[in-house]
C-alpha cells in the first residue's frame, strides 16, 4: 500500500469524526460511558467479523503489551475527555483537547526516518487557529477550571501519543483494533454503574443514532485511523484533522442544530490554507526521496 492510499483512507477516519457530535446529539440522554460500551462494542463486534473473514489467525502471536497499549490509549483517551466536559464543560476545555493534531505534528519529528517540517508545523499553527475560531464560538455553557483544562491538555496529550506511536506498531495488523475496540467496550460498562445512572435512548432516533456511533466515529473511523497512521503520512494527516471541527460544525448547521455565521468561513479559510501547507510540505518531502 502507497503512503498516499494510506493517508487518504486515515483521512476517512477524519470524515468519519465530523458526525461524532450530530448523532451524540441524537444519542441522548444516554450516560458518556454506557454510550462508549454500546457503541464501541457495536464497533468492535464488526471488527470481529471482518477479522473473521480476513482469518482470525492474523491476531495470533500479538504481544499482550500491544493489546494492553491500543486498550489504554482508546479508553484513556475517553475517559479523560467525559471527565473533562464534567468538570468544566468549557469552550477553552475542548481547544486544549484539540491540540492533539497539533502534538501529532510534534511527536511524529521523533520518529525513525521522519523530521520536523517548519510548513506542516506552519500549517498545523494556522489550522489551531481556524479550529480555535469554531471552538471558542460555541456557547459550551460553563467556566473553564485548572483541573478541566489540565485533563483537556491529557486528553490531545493521550490521543496524539497514541496515534503517533502506533507507527512503531506498523508490523501489527489493523485487525488487532478489534481487541482495542472490545476491551475499551468492556472497561465502559465495567465503570458505567460506578460514575453515573443507566438511562437508555427515549426514541427509535436515539437507538439509530447509536449504531451509527458505532458503524462510524466509533467503529470503523479506528481501523481507517490505523491505517493512515502506520502507512501514510502522519504530520499530513495530524493538520488535515483539524478539518474534524469544521466539518463537525458545518454538519450541525445542515441539521438544524446551530446556526451558520462568518465565524465558520473563516475557520474554513484557515483549517483549509493550513492543510494546503502541510500537504506542500508533504509533496516537497515526497520529492526529495
Known amino acids: 500500500m502507497t503512503s498516499q492510499r494510506a493517508t487518504a483512507i486515515g483521512f476517512t477516519a477524519v470524515l468519519m469524526w465530523s458526525l461524532l457530535a450530530l448523532f451524540t446529539i441524537g444519542s441522548a440522554p444516554v450516560p458518556p460511558f454506557l ?25 495470533r502471536g500479538i504481544p499482550w503489551r500491544v493489546y494492553a497499549f ?64 469554531i471552538v471558542m464560538g460555541r456557547d459550551a455553557g460553563g467556566n473553564a477550571t485548572a483541573t478541566g483544562l489540565f485533563l483537556g491538555f491529557l486528553c490531545a496529550v493521550t490521543w496524539a501519543g497514541y496515534s503517533t506511536l502506533s507507527r512503531r506498531l506498523g508490523d ?34 436515539g437507538w439509530l443514532s447509536i449504531v451509527a456511533l458505532g458503524i462510524g466515529p466509533v467503529g470503523a473511523a ?7 497512521m502506520k502507512k ?4 499530513l494527516l495530524g493538520v488535515a484533522s483539524y478539518a474534524a471541527p469544521l466539518l463537525s460544525t458545518l454538519a450541525l448547521v445542515v441539521a438544524g442544530i446551530s446556526p451558520a455565521s462568518w465565524t465558520i468561513l473563516a475557520a474554513a479559510i484557515l483549517i483549509t490554507a493550513g492543510a494546503a501547507l502541510a500537504a506542500r510540505a508533504s509533496a516537497g518531502a515526497s520529492a526529495g526521496g
Not at 467496550?185 to 445512572?197: F, Q
Request: hydrophobic share 55%; with cysteine; proline share 6%.
Open 35 to 59: 454510550l462508549n460500551a454500546l457503541t464501541f462494542g457495536i464497533g468492535g463486534t464488526l471488527g470481529l467479523i471482518w477479522t473473521l473473514r480476513n482469518g482470525i489467525g492474523r491476531l
Open 172 to 205: 501489527i495488523p489493523t485487525e488487532s483494533v478489534t481487541i482495542y475496540c472490545l476491551g475499551t467496550a468492556i472497561l465502559s460498562a465495567l465503570v458505567h454503574p460506578l460514575v453515573e445512572e443507566t438511562v437508555w435512548p427515549a426514541t427509535p432516533l
Open 70 to 133: 491500543g486498550i489504554i490509549g482508546l479508553f484513556g483517551y475517553h475517559a479523560l475527555y467525559f471527565t473533562a466536559f464534567r468538570i468544566a464543560p468549557a469552550a477553552e476545555t475542548g481547544l486544549m483537547a484539540y491540540l492533539w493534531p497539533l502534538f501529532i505534528v510534534l511527536f511524529a519529528s521523533f520518529l525513525p526516518g521522519e523530521r520536523l517540517r517548519p510548513l506542516a508545523l506552519t500549517g498545523a499553527l494556522i489550522a489551531f487557529a481556524g479550529a480555535a475560531l
Open 232 to 235: 501514510g503520512d502522519i504530520q
Open 222 to 228: 479506528f481501523f481507517t485511523w490505523d491505517i493512515g
